[in-house]
DNA sequence: TTGAAAGCGCTAACAT
DNA sequence: ATGTTAGCGCTTTCAA
């Protein structure tokens, strides 16, 4: 009813100690105590519905219990449903996210992290493949603050690290194409690559050394303006380094009057939820993106509560979802 | 390069003024002072690279500069190209975003509300169904926050609102069908029913107040599940009042082999990116969503620098999206 | 076993 | 025009 703030030393006077009394008690340190005077000082703090201020709290340099992330668009499917894990696993263990869009901007990104800091996060967990190492280490050192890089770049020694296994996603998704008779190949690149899409341009290529590599935008208007090459060439099927780009590959060849996938297969990665509603179902590579986001989270409750232990990298499997978009040729 | 903090007593000792001299200064009071006490305290703050600590400046009073949000499911299309809204417009004007994803779980939506007082945000802005007005009061109650209600539900006439014209796009919606020669309609209600939800209703129940009400969960697997009894029914044409409960009607459809429009006619509400790429095309009521979530964050922003002013309710338009989901059948 | 007191970094009222 | 000082609510030595 009433909005006032209890503090401490309401409970401290009506528990009849004094508040570093109070404190210690209410922070765990209560074997020291008379079981008596805990007794009644956790009675006043009940009666009084008294609960610590957080800010005061960090202000003493106690944890912010708050973790700064940092992703380029949340619009993204991938991301969302990644932010989704993340910030489940946090708030489970009380921690809560402060969540910044970078939207692939340098400048943007770097401010995002700056608030952040400034906002005393105890840690960021970053996935964003613009952000550069500089920005990085000079936010890193304002103070010693651990980071958890996602998926998109690999940040140095460092950092704990959390990747699924993508070279292996790019061979899966070959040997299926190879397996159902494609031989006419390509391959979409991202003109703005990452470690880990390269690992899966490897992966895919161990099978396709001479599949044909079309440059665009990773997006879905990026996969749309591809269509056009990919027809001229005669390509039998291609590998999509993502759902949306799979997805703006349907436009662009619905757009021509084409089908997927008599005219052409795709296949793609993510294993985004829209695959399945799309026509025809998109066959894909599957990453765990929730795992992957309740994995950084995981990691980064622990380096938190060991700060000094050794980085760890986690890398997660990836499987292949086969639905109707790759023809059977054989 | 150097890791330590600089204080503000630095900054003072180095200008040689004392401390709230520099406080004073930096904060706008510069007007007041002898401009070349200002010079040096600037000087001096640049020189050092000062950033007032934000915390220490919570704990005097002062704003945070926070914004909680909470939605219900960030992994939705609507609630993430919502968030990217609020959270670029808030970051223009120096505010960051805690976001937390409610869940549709009271419980749950109750702990990330208390989680984000805790932290001293200056406001809330807050999208979602499930969340009762008892929860809402209590924890705005605990300081006088300003709240912002987004979409999903009126509460009461504490805060101001944002909202778009759902009655008209229920209207939209009916007069388009019944323009296309559709008669044997119905509409997918959602068994959550919301204010919004139900004015789309209403305006859509004025040209057809016949119309088959279909109840179901708002979800894609939501919309499938109703396919079997829409076919069974005979019905021409369908108003599901989400995009993704159209997806999941699409899904359904393809399940049972029949094709949409012919066999079905669908027009969603929402216009979610993924419209343009599904197949085929979808038609729907546009909502401009990015445009509710920075109105949301102007208003936020307003109502935080003139509390007492009254409270603004800003209804914002929709518009009919043709594509390729409804039959012409004259 | 408990309490007094010194900050954390800042702002704002009150002096000078 | 500028400095002194008293907090904000809490944690944490250090003494008692």
Redesign the interface.
């Known amino acids: 009813?009433c909005?006032k703030?209890v503090t401490i030393r309401e409970v401290a006077k009506r528990a009849g100690v004094s508040i570093a009394t109070v404190s210690q008690i209410l922070n765990g340190k209560a074997m020291n105590f008379n079981p008596l005077t805990v007794q009644k000082v956790q009675a006043a703090r009940d009666e009084l519905g008294y609960?610590a201020d957080?800010?005061?709290r960090?202000?003493v340099g106690k944890q912010?219990k708050?973790i700064g992330i940092l992703v380029p668009?949340?619009?993204n499917?991938f991301f969302?449903?990644l932010?989704?894990g993340i910030?489940?696993e946090l708030?489970r263990s009380?921690y809560?996210?402060?969540?910044?869009?970078g939207?692939f901007n340098g400048a943007?990104e770097e401010?995002?992290l700056l608030?952040?800091a400034?906002?005393?996060v105890d840690g960021f967990i970053i996935a964003s493949p613009s952000i550069s190492d500089e920005v990085l280490k000079e936010v890193l050192?304002?103070?010693?603050r651990p980071v958890i890089v996602l998926d998109q770049k690999t940040f140095s020694e460092r950092s704990d690290e959390v990747t699924t296994d993508d070279f292996n996603g790019g061979l899966l998704a070959a040997r299926y194409l190879k397996k159902m008779g494609h031989t006419k190949v390509a391959v979409i690149v991202p003109d703005l690559a990452t470690v880990n899409i390269m690992y899966r341009l490897q992966g895919f290529l161990v099978e396709f050394p001479q599949a044909l590599q079309i440059k665009t935008e990773l997006s879905?208007s990026g996969g749309q303006a591809v269509v056009a090459e990919l027809l001229e060439q005669n390509i039998e099927a291609v590998f999509a380094l993502s759902d949306e780009l799979a997805?703006?590959i349907?436009?662009g060849m619905?757009q021509k009057n084409k089908s997927i996938p008599n005219d052409l297969s795709v296949i793609g990665y993510d294993d985004v939820?829209?695959c399945?509603?799309?026509?025809p179902?998109l066959t894909t590579v599957a990453q765990p993106i929730y795992e992957l986001g309740k994995q950084a989270a995981d990691l980064m409750i622990k380096r938190l509560a060991s700060p000094n232990s050794p980085y760890v990298k986690r890398v997660l499997p990836v499987k292949l979802v086969i639905r109707s978009s790759v023809e059977v040729k054989i």
């Not at 050192?141 to 010693?144: C, L, R, S, V």
């Open positions: 009813m909005a703030k609960k957080h800010l005061a960090q202000m912010s708050t668009e949340i619009t499917s969302s449903t932010v989704k910030e489940e708030l009380g809560i996210s402060m969540l910044c869009n939207g943007k401010k995002a608030e952040l400034k906002r005393g050192q304002i103070k010693k879905k997805f703006g349907y436009l619905r939820e829209m399945r509603y799309v026509t179902a």
